[in-house]
């Protein structure tokens, strides 16, 4: 079946510094990725997203690196804060109309 | 960005009886919303998509005797929990999007606890 991302890892960063969150995904064909922020108990929050056309994007200390020849996506998040610490999930879009995979996430502590 | 609100946050329920999850579109229409289920230190995994005025499509494995999804309008999906058992305990979450942004705007997830 499809699925993006392989593992639930967790990132440990000090406040402060930089933070890289990677992901893979397996369907060559899928043209849009996001990443979504999710803090326990609710639901994902929107972070940037990029199309299958752009290998990067930036947006407020956040950007998305797209390699489309190795299917992986990474999300870098500049001068970590204590606010950053959640779940990462990356997601791709299968359908028009937002039908997403979700790849396994990966958990970010910020140290302060 | 559009609003996606669910009801309830959270419920516990009795294991036998039904429970009824609301995804409601705030401030925009949605001809098709999704539900997903997350388990505690898991992903995201898509159950079904709804679709307005018809039947939901489901996802391999999920039962939709067991979880009834009605589309009733632009602006409400339903899940239903039949018959709801200990391991029917998750994180449901809705998603819909609009016709003007790209991006899915998320319900903020009801936690079921089935005892």
């Known amino acids: 079946g499809e699925s993006v991302g392989l593992h639930l890892p967790t990132l440990s960063v000090q406040e402060g510094d930089n933070s890289i969150i990677n992901c893979a995904y397996s369907?060559?064909?899928?043209?849009?990725f996001i990443w979504y922020k999710q803090e326990s108990g609710k639901g994902p929050q929107f972070i940037i997203d990029?199309?299958?056309?752009?290998d990067k994007r930036q947006g407020q200390r956040v950007t998305v690196l797209l390699n489309k020849t190795v299917k992986h996506l990474s999300l870098q998040i500049a001068a970590t804060q204590p606010g950053d610490s959640a779940v990462y999930f990356c997601?791709?879009?299968?359908?028009?109309?937002?039908?997403?995979?979700f790849g396994a996430g990966t958990i970010l502590r910020v140290k302060s | 960005g559009a609003v996606v609100s669910q009801h309830p946050s959270w419920v516990i329920c009795k294991s036998g009886t039904s429970v009824k999850i609301e995804c409601r579109s705030l401030?925009?229409?949605?001809?098709?919303m999704f539900w997903y289920r997350q388990f505690p230190k898991q992903s995201l995994m898509l159950m079904a998509t709804?679709?307005?005025?018809?039947?939901?499509?489901?996802e391999q494995g999920v039962e939709k005797d067991k979880f009834l999804i009605n589309h009733a309008s632009l602006t409400l999906s339903t899940l239903t929990v039949t018959s709801a058992h200990p391991e029917d305990s998750s994180f449901y979450i809705c998603?819909?999007?609009?016709?003007?942004?790209?991006?899915?705007?998320f319900g903020q997830g009801t936690r079921l606890t089935v005892v």
């Open positions: 369907n060559s064909a899928s043209d849009y």
């Open positions: 998603s819909a999007g609009n016709t003007v942004d790209t991006e899915a705007f």
């Open positions: 709804s679709n307005e005025g018809s039947k939901a499509t489901y």
């Open positions: 401030d925009f229409q949605a001809t098709t």
């Open positions: 990029i199309r299958s056309n752009m």
């Open positions: 997601a791709e879009n299968i359908q028009y109309g937002n039908k997403l995979v």
